[in-house]
């Protein structure tokens, strides 16, 4: 664990590109081969703009990477944040602690709030836009979520204490783990329910993209399922069920176009419809 520990701390930009294309790549072809829906869309122009907001992601958090190093060597420096607080554990505890706080407040808390918070909800909406849930919207954020989610992940640095190898470790997790919860792939349903009993499956990811409340508001989880269980926000909804997008915002040609997904946190607030009763 330490080795591991000792690499993420230092782990180069090019082994961070490779993992990002590693993944994407690994799960377009699995949804090839074992599609959830089989989508009637040119693959490669759904992916375009959906790489473009990849790209000015990476370009967001390359801009602000020394504030998270800064703040981890603050930390640690000063004994500040809980796992500095609590007693001396062994390394694989210490680094489980560690993912589990900046999955709570980095991305559980931050994904909540961006849904709960009208504003925000208009800048996350572009997310949530995509009418073909595939492994490229992992990351369509619009730049200004992408600074939003940073300002979370350095919260969850600053009240978990983390040093920057655990940070890191995190971040690449995530990466991962998000291409795997949005990717077109239809897994055996027994096997993705037992995956949902701690992380974060596709089945389960895939209810938060139905496109009316209350799916919607549920299952934010990032890598761990334990949260949206433990804070009352998982529901089920059948997979063959789902409708993917926002009903209030419908216009595909504008949810697909670059500029139109630019310009749609500042639309006008638009009051969602509750389409049922949830399924749980």
Same mark, same amino acid.
């Given at each position: ?14 082994? %961070? ?10 799960? +377009? ?12 869309? %040119? ?28 703040s981890?060597? +603050?930390?640690r420096?000063?004994?500040f944040?809980?796992?500095? +607080? ?5 390394? +694989?505890? !210490? ?23 009208r504003?925000l ?8 836009t ?9 990351n ?10 940073f300002v979370?992940?350095?919260c ?13 470790? !995190?971040?690449?997790?995530?990466l ?11 897994l ?22 139905? !496109?009316?409340?209350? !799916? ?6 990032n890598?761990?399922s334990?949260?949206? %269980?433990?804070?009352g926000?998982?529901m ?10 926002v ?11 670059v ?18 009763n949830?399924?749980?």
């Amino acid at each position: 664990m330490e080795s591991v520990l000792n690499y993420f701390e230092t782990i180069p930009s090019l082994h %961070r590109s490779i993992l990002l294309v590693s993944g994407i790549t690994l799960f +377009w072809l699995l949804e090839g081969a074992v599609p959830l829906f089989r989508f009637r869309y %040119r693959k490669w122009r759904h992916a375009l703009p959906n790489f473009f907001f990849t790209l000015t992601t990476i370009i967001v958090n390359f801009a602000l990477a020394f504030l998270l190093l800064q703040s981890s060597d +603050w930390v640690r420096d000063n004994g500040f944040g809980v796992l500095n +607080w609590l007693p001396e554990m062994p390394l +694989w505890l !210490y680094v489980l602690l560690g993912l589990l706080l900046l999955d709570l407040i980095g991305a559980y808390l931050a994904h909540l709030v961006e849904h709960k918070v009208r504003p925000l909800w208009m800048i996350h909406l572009v997310h949530h836009t995509d009418h073909e849930v595939d492994t490229t919207t992992a990351n369509r954020h619009h730049p200004l979520e992408s600074m939003i989610r940073f300002v979370f992940t350095l919260c969850g640095v600053f009240i978990a204490g983390t040093p920057i190898g655990i940070v890191m470790l !995190y971040q690449s997790l995530s990466l991962v783990a998000t291409q795997f919860s949005h990717a077109n792939i239809r897994l055996p349903r027994k096997v993705d329910k037992l995956i949902s009993y701690v992380l974060v499956s596709p089945d389960m990811h895939k209810v938060h993209h139905h !496109y009316v409340l209350p !799916y919607t508001d549920s299952n934010y989880g990032n890598i761990f399922s334990i949260w949206d %269980r433990l804070f009352g926000t998982y529901m089920e909804l059948d997979r063959d069920a789902l409708v993917y997008g926002v009903d209030t915002f419908p216009d595909r040609r504008e949810n697909s176009s670059v500029l139109g997904l630019l310009k749609q946190p500042f639309h006008k607030y638009r009051k969602p419809t509750t389409g049922g009763n949830p399924t749980v």
